[in-house]
């Protein structure tokens, strides 16, 4: 098993090495979303927790923030927020309405498969984005429902907080596009060959823990991943 990480770390290292000098990484990760904005950028992070304000101000460090949860989850003691908004999940939608029209960037990754009204939560980020305003989603797949269960989610089961179903992706994308956005990439199971290949590596030695490792949710292609933009 450690021959095969070692071939397939080394495979990926040689896909980056050939890349042209300054090409942006060819995947379309949160990190890639963010470094693609504006240093001034107005941001919206709906499900900001697991220490999304400061990783967004990490890479984006003078844009003003905008946190919102309905608790404080997996905050650092450092939380960098311009804005840091809890709210309850009843009004979780109309709090979001609240920043119609004024940003300029909106991120959701791993929120509204937690959500009571997803679909309504959608619809009020789309909102939110000024013209020219970009949305940043990730969810679980579909097919997430059948993949082996896994300590830290594998199985869309595994996490008990995910409400119903995993949200559907052809119904997110008609919410985006009758609000008014332009889909710029849309993945129903996102597998970017880099860290597929080092899921590749670690997937026997995963599924002999139980556990996530490096590439594992690339490898099954776990997450449904959407930009898109506001034309009008």
Known sequence: M??????????????VSMMPEGCPYPEWSKDSFLRS????????????GNNSPRFTKDIVPSCYYIGL?????NQGDDNPADEYVISSSEKFVS???????????????????HCDDRYGVVE??????????KAYLSFPCADSV??????????????????????????????????GLSIVFASSRFQPPIHWILGLGNEEQSAKDGDLKEGIWCYWGFESIIVAERKK
């Open 37 to 48: 904005l504006q240093n001034n950028a107005r941001i919206l992070d709906v499900g900001c």
């Open 95 to 113: 709090t979001i309405y609240k920043y119609a029209d004024s940003v300029d960037a909106v991120i959701s990754t791993h929120n509204i498969e």
């Open 2 to 15: 450690e021959d095969k990480s070692k071939i397939c770390y080394s495979i990926a290292n040689s896909i």
């Open 146 to 179: 059948s993949f082996p269960n896994r300590v830290g989610t594998l199985n869309y089961f595994d996490d008990g907080s995910h409400v119903g179903d995993p949200p559907d992706f052809g119904k997110v994308i008609s919410i985006l596009v009758e609000s």
């Open 124 to 133: 009020a980020m789309a909102k939110s984005l000024n013209v020219g305003g």
């Open 69 to 73: 949860d309905v608790g404080d989850y």
